[in-house]
T-cell receptor
Framework: AQTVTQSQPEMSVQEAETVTLSCTYD???????LFWYKQPPSRQMILVIR??????QNATENRFSVNFQKAAKSFSLKISDSQLGDTAMYFC????????????FGTGTSLTVIP | EPEVTQTPSHQVTQMGQEVILRCVPI?????FYWYRQILGQKVEFLVS????????KSEIFDDQFSVERPDGSNFTLKIRSTKLEDSAMYFC?????????????FGQGTRLTVV
């Protein structure tokens, strides 16, 4: 079975500062993808960043980057130069091969960016 | 930008009643999903749907639930004889492929409250 754990229910960060959201997962699969999705208040979940397990290089999308530690089964999200629009619920998710794109989600981290 | 839309945003129903949650996926997508999130818990996979049939379903998706694509645009989740524990946020999603790592696009959710 696959499990995803986000141990920080709530976090806050000052505008322009850097924040890291943690995520750990458990799986026996060798090939899988990890995702971070963002859900602003009353809005859709949108993809922030994804990482293939076979790729050693950490994924980066503008101000968002991940620290993927495969052996430790850790997948943290770093947000640099935090902006007010980054205020949202952030979900870490896992996808394994052969499950029809089924996501396994964590419980989410609510991030507030303080002006 | 195309997006997945869900209606209604909030539905209150009496225990034992039937509800239909509606979703309009992105028009050129072929794969459709329902997830739910009970308050304070993880977002959980319910079902995936492709080519007018269910491709995967979780153990949550029992005979009480059904999905349908009644026309070329809508994708519905029907819950028969609702129970208090069906109270949750229900998310619809769609994708244009089913390869590992494919991004899913989510709707904003329907909050179902069973009283």
């Amino acid at each position: 079975a696959q499990t995803v754990t986000q141990s920080q229910p709530e976090m806050s960060v000052q505008e322009a500062e850097t924040v890291t959201l943690s995520c750990t997962y458990d799986t026996s699969e060798s090939n899988y993808y990890l995702f971070w999705y963002k859900q602003p208040p009353s809005r859709q979940m949108i993809l922030v960043i994804r990482q293939e397990a076979y790729k050693q290089q950490n994924a980066t999308e503008n101000r968002f980057s991940v620290n993927f530690q495969k052996a430790a089964k850790s997948f943290s999200l770093k947000i640099s130069d935090s902006q007010l629009g980054d205020t949202a619920m952030y979900f870490c998710a896992f996808m394994k091969q052969g499950t029809g794109n089924q996501f396994y989600f964590g419980t989410g981290t609510s991030l507030t960016v303080i002006p | 930008e195309p997006e997945v839309t869900q209606t209604p945003s909030h539905q209150v129903t009496q225990m034992g009643q039937e509800v239909i949650l509606r979703c309009v996926p992105i028009s050129n997508h072929l794969y459709f999903y329902w997830y739910r999130q009970i308050l304070g818990q993880k977002v959980e996979f319910l079902v995936s749907f492709y080519n007018n049939e269910i491709s995967e379903k979780s153990e949550i998706f029992d005979d009480q639930f059904s999905v349908e694509r009644p026309d070329g645009s809508n994708f519905t989740l029907k819950i028969r004889s609702t129970k208090l524990e069906d109270s949750a946020m229900y998310f619809c999603a769609s994708s244009d492929g089913q390869g590992l790592g494919t991004e899913a696009f989510f709707g904003q959710g329907t909050r179902l409250t069973v009283v």
